[in-house]
């Protein structure tokens, strides 16, 4: 033991020597101590106070920008997202400065793409915006540096874009990126009858599957996107139907490869499409997405079939990559240059005039001089009148990416000299005079024409007349171009106007021609906003429930539902509640039976919620 401890403290009380005050001197001293007010810093004050807590922030009344990058089945899922936004209330805004969110929608494909979403989020963070991320980009890798912190939305979950707004509006951050399952078996993804604002009235876009069976060694998109998963014949049809009666007269059918669709569920591509065609009325058309070689092999004669129909654009994009067979074994596609010559060589037998349309890979590694010649032969060979030309990018975490990769300076020159050979003929020269069937559907760029597109889906630009839109009519060709030609209808000619009905105005929101009420409980809690004299208030319902309950209400004929602002809607509450509540009120006959029935659901939700009763469905 130290020699500065003379003695062993038998107690604690040992301690206290004669001098230390007694806890009677102690508790006097306390009362001559007096608080001194320390005064806070206002500036602070004042920078606090421009920021409302979390839980007094309305949800549903802000402005959202929408940026989508990438094809078409991107764009659809952007389409979805929007009109779920805008029926809860939020105000979809093509200006995004004035915007209070940016829901950024990604691609995964190349990496200029995902350059142009990571300069967004970077451009969001200056100007203080809120940021929601969706898309591949995300949803393969969600751990990036970049992405830390950030609100995130998987490509399966868009379902759930209010929450993930809502939440994110609210200051927390949020991931979703679960996978859509049915006793464990992967679904196609959300439901087909969500609420949509279409970019384009006239053109419904419908994704039949998610994901594909291929596993090609430079495909990111597989990391996103996943094994293929498609939707039921039947919901695709309702989809198709109710998209023709709102005014559609255009259908895109997309997804990673359409002509896998089935494999997983036990039907076919071409079993689907002549369900289509059944629901297609005249005055429409139908446009078969992307499909690769190996999978339309099987169903050639069928699909010649389908090409042919009048009501089905004789089109498809097959994309080949590479007309070199070790180049093509090395990307593990799955086929060689003759299945593709084989697909090519029968359809423009059996479909006369078919547009075939392609992708090629510039670049690929291991790709030598000779490869590259072969793919210039096919070029040559073909003609393709639609050709898309990459340049090959090695994308992270992809075995490409890995492989001894071919000079940037060389892989630029086979670019030029490919696209130089593509530009090299007109594929549209001999058409002059002819007399076509077009139909009407966009707006130029330059805004100067309407564009068309006839029976080979060959793009038309016609006069700029507003009688013409969303109409199939006949054109005289006087003019062709290297990706158009250009035409005058014939005055004589009849003109046929798709047997629908009116098409919804520009930012309209679909879906809602039949009611549909779900009402969804959520871990998050159902929360009502109420709005009186004194302001807006928010409570929680402070309960969850996993069930779902569903109302059906169809309107009376030409009863036209639309979201309203938030300024409008004195009651705010999740999604579909806030539909089954506002909307019939809305109508001029016909709503009492289910107003009443969302009144008593309401006072039921009090209840439970002053009674603390526990409520099971």
């Known amino acids: 033991m130290p020699a500065a401890c003379d003695s062993v403290l038998e107690d604690i009380e040992d301690i206290v020597?004669?001098?230390?005050?007694?806890?009677?001197?102690?508790?006097?001293?306390?009362?001559?101590?007096?608080?001194?007010?320390?005064?806070?810093?206002?500036?602070?004050?004042?920078?606090?106070?421009?920021?409302?807590?979390?839980?007094?922030?309305?949800?549903?009344?802000?402005?959202?920008?929408?940026?989508?990058?990438?094809c078409s089945h991107n764009n659809s899922d952007g389409e979805y997202m929007a009109g779920q936004l805008a029926a809860y209330g939020y105000k979809i805004t093509d200006n995004s400065a004035e915007a209070?969110?940016?829901?950024?929608?990604?691609?995964?494909?190349?990496?200029?793409?995902?350059?142009?979403?990571?300069?967004?989020?970077?451009?969001?963070?200056?100007?203080?915006?809120?940021?929601?991320?969706?898309?591949?980009?995300?949803?393969?890798?969600?751990?990036?540096?970049?992405?830390?912190?950030?609100?995130?939305?998987g490509v399966q979950q868009i379902d759930r874009v209010v929450e993930v707004v809502e939440e994110t509006i609210k200051g927390h951050s949020v991931r979703l990126l679960g996978q859509k399952k049915d006793n464990g078996k992967r679904l196609g993804g959300a439901r087909l009858d969500l609420p949509k604002i279409r970019k384009n009235p006239l053109i419904e876009i419908i994704s039949i599957n998610t994901g594909c069976l291929n596993a090609c060694t430079y495909c990111k998109t597989k990391h996103a996107r996943g094994d293929l998963a498609s939707y039921p014949i039947e919901e695709l049809v309702d989809r198709a139907k109710q998209s023709f009666q709102e005014g559609v007269c255009e259908i895109w059918l997309t997804s990673e490869d359409t002509g896998a669709y089935g494999r997983d569920i036990g039907t076919d591509l071409p079993t689907l499409l002549w369900k289509?065609?059944?629901?297609?009325?005249?005055?429409?058309?139908?446009?078969?997405?992307?499909?690769?070689?190996?999978?339309?092999?099987?169903?050639?004669?069928?699909?010649?079939?389908?090409?042919?129909?009048?009501?089905?654009y004789a089109f498809l994009h097959i994309p080949v990559q590479s007309a070199s067979d070790s180049v093509l074994m090395d990307m593990k596609r799955e086929y060689c240059v003759a299945d593709f010559k084989q697909v090519v060589d029968?359809?423009?037998?059996?479909?006369?005039?078919?547009?075939?349309?392609?992708?090629?890979?510039?670049?690929?590694?291991?790709?030598?001089d000779e490869d590259f010649q072969e793919t210039m032969k096919l070029v040559e060979q073909y003609r393709f009148p639609s050709l898309f030309i990459n340049q090959f990018y090695p994308r992270p975490g992809t075995p490409a990416a890995k492989l001894h990769?071919?000079?940037?300076?060389?892989?630029?020159?086979?670019?030029?000299?490919?696209?130089?050979?593509?530009?090299?003929?007109?594929?549209?020269?001999?058409?002059?005079?002819?007399?076509?069937?077009?139909?009407v559907t966009e707006e130029s760029f330059d805004s100067n024409y309407y564009v068309a597109h006839n029976p080979f889906y060959e793009q038309v630009l016609v006069p700029k007349d507003p009688l013409l839109m969303g109409k199939m009519v006949e054109v005289n060709i006087y003019e062709a171009g290297k990706h158009f030609m250009k035409g005058q209808p014939v005055s004589d000619a009849r003109v046929y106007t798709a047997s629908i009905t009116r098409p919804l105005a520009k930012g309209e929101v679909s879906g809602l021609t039949e009611l549909k009420v779900r009402i969804f409980w959520r871990d998050l809690g159902a929360c009502s906003q109420v709005e009186d004299g004194n302001g807006r208030h928010s409570r929680e319902f402070g309960f969850n429930m996993l069930n779902e309950k569903e109302f059906r209400h169809a309107p009376q004929k030409g009863t036209n539902w639309k979201a309203h602002s938030s300024a409008e809607v004195p009651v705010k509450t999740p999604l579909s509640l806030w539909m089954a509540l506002q909307l019939p009120w809305q109508q001029e006959g016909g709503g009492l039976k289910i107003l009443s029935v969302s009144l008593a659901l309401l006072a039921v939700l009090v209840m439970f919620y002053y009674g603390g009763m526990k409520i099971e469905l």
């Open 276 to 312: 289509l065609v059944e629901a297609i009325p005249e005055g429409a058309m139908l446009r078969l997405g992307m499909t690769n070689p190996p999978y339309i092999l099987e169903h050639l004669e069928e699909m010649a079939k389908i090409l042919n129909h009048p009501r089905v």
């Open 346 to 368: 029968f359809l423009r037998e059996k479909v006369p005039g078919i547009t075939i349309a392609t992708d090629i890979i510039c670049g690929f590694p291991g790709e030598t």
């Open 100 to 153: 209070d969110l940016w829901l950024l929608n990604s691609c995964t494909v190349k990496n200029p793409a995902e350059d142009h979403f990571r300069n967004s989020i970077k451009k969001a963070q200056e100007g203080k915006k809120k940021v929601v991320l969706a898309g591949c980009v995300p949803q393969a890798q969600p751990r990036q540096d970049y992405l830390k912190g950030l609100s995130i939305i």
């Open 405 to 439: 990769q071919v000079p940037a300076a060389v892989k630029k020159q086979r670019t030029k000299d490919l696209s130089q050979l593509f530009h090299s003929y007109n594929p549209y020269d001999h058409k002059v005079g002819e007399r076509q069937r077009v139909l």
């Open 17 to 70: 020597s004669a001098e230390d005050l007694k806890p009677h001197d102690r508790q006097f001293v306390r009362k001559n101590v007096f608080p001194k007010v320390r005064k806070r810093n206002s500036q602070k004050n004042i920078q606090a106070d421009d920021d409302p807590p979390s839980d007094s922030i309305i949800p549903g009344v802000q402005k959202i920008w929408i940026r989508t990058w990438g």
